[in-house]
């Protein structure tokens, strides 16, 4: 069974400060996303990695996939109150029609 | 543009009452269509898949069940609710061979 860990669990940090949250596996996944779901909603797909090493930007989130593909890390800079919301990364195995496997999310709370 | 509709939003149910929950996708044409639950703390589990009309793949044993009697059309049933299938359910769709999903607004279910 694959699992992805996401650390921390969660999170809360001021406006404008830079965060790292983490999404860790043992095993080897054919590409990542990332989602982020806000209270009451379906999780949103914010980006999908596939190649090791690959990085990506969007606006303040930086997103890297490992050189491995068994890990990803999400960094956020100067955070703003509307990044708030729960953020799940989760893995596609080997190009098969099953579902993704879901870590169990980073909670983010961006005070103002 | 695709767009993902489920129903009903939230819906309180009885022990031992039957379920039926939809989704459909528009927009798209054969997707595969997944049911996950997600229950606080433990992530998103996924229930059921379909690469397609009648062709479904459960994930967890348990007394639920899904039918895909349409091409874009997903529905989950049970014939007796327990307690333990409170949760917020989520539909979603994906493009093959892409493995991004797209998912619905869920259905908030509590089981008294």
């Known amino acids: 069974t694959q699992l992805l860990e996401q650390s921390p669990q969660f999170l809360s940090i001021q406006e404008g400060e830079n965060l790292t949250v983490y999404c860790n596996s043992s095993?080897?996944?054919?590409?990542l996303q990332w989602y982020r779901q806000e209270p009451g909603e379906g999780p949103v797909l914010l980006v999908t990695?596939?190649?090791?090493?690959e990085v990506k930007k969007l606006k303040r989130l930086t997103f890297q996939f490992g050189d491995a593909r068994k890990d990803s890390s999400l960094h956020i800079t100067a955070a703003q109150p509307g990044d708030t919301g729960l953020y799940l990364c989760?893995?596609?195995?080997?190009?098969?029609?099953?579902?993704?496997?879901f870590g169990k999310g980073t909670h983010l709370i961006i005070q103002p | 543009s695709q767009t993902i509709h489920q129903w009903p939003a939230t819906l309180v149910q009885p022990v031992g009452s039957p379920l039926s929950l939809e989704c459909t996708v528009e927009?798209?044409?054969?997707?595969?269509l997944y049911w996950y639950r997600q229950a606080a703390g433990r992530g998103l589990q996924l229930l059921f898949y379909?690469?397609?009309?009648?062709?479904i793949s459960s994930e967890v044993p348990q007394n639920l069940s899904a039918s895909r009697p349409q091409d874009r059309q997903f529905i989950l049933s049970s014939k007796k609710l327990l307690l333990s299938d409170s949760g917020f359910y989520l539909c979603?769709?994906?493009?093959?061979?892409?493995?991004?999903?797209?998912f619905g607004p869920g259905t908030r279910l509590t089981v008294l």
């Open positions: 990695v596939v190649t090791g090493g």
């Open positions: 095993s080897v996944f054919s590409s």
């Open positions: 979603a769709w994906s493009r093959p061979p892409a493995h991004e999903q797209f």
């Open positions: 379909s690469v397609g009309i009648g062709q």
């Open positions: 989760a893995g596609a195995g080997g190009g098969g029609a099953d579902g993704l496997t």
């Open positions: 927009g798209t044409s054969n997707p595969n």
